[in-house]
């Protein structure tokens, strides 16, 4: 199993910026893609960005393409999202995961078998 931990999360007023980091531990050897997914309140998860265990193959969300940029540095087993030019839209509680099962960058959570607890952005209008 692999534990995840999300930081950097924070109140941004719109068109600000915020990078999120998330710090795996464990069996990182087993995790190939990871994500970003998010999830607004009274709303269902959804996915934000993928990358994949080389970082060349990346996906990011219609609504955040853009704006939005994924990275890892596998040397370190962190993963990190630049947040740019925020939207009171962006508002939700952003989730780190990661997959055993897929190498490349996915968009679909069923792909994810580790989750981390989550990390609170609130952009303001």
């Known amino acids: 199993q692999v534990q995840l931990v999300e930081s950097g999360g924070g109140l941004v007023q719109a068109g600000g910026s915020l990078r999120l980091s998330c710090a795996a531990s464990g069996r990182t050897s087993r995790s190939y893609s990871m994500g970003w997914f998010r999830q607004a309140v009274g709303k269902e998860r959804e996915f934000v960005a993928a990358?994949?265990?080389?970082?060349?193959?990346?996906k990011y969300a219609d609504s955040v393409k853009g704006r939005f940029s994924i990275s890892r540095d596998n040397t370190k087993n962190t993963m990190s999202l630049q947040m740019n030019s925020l939207k009171p839209e962006d508002t939700a509680v952003y989730y780190c995961a990661a997959s055993s099962l897929v190498p490349i960058a996915t968009s679909a959570l069923s792909d994810y078998d580790d989750w981390g607890q989550g990390t609170q952005v609130t952009v303001s209008s």
């Open positions: 990358i994949s265990w080389s970082s060349v193959g990346k």
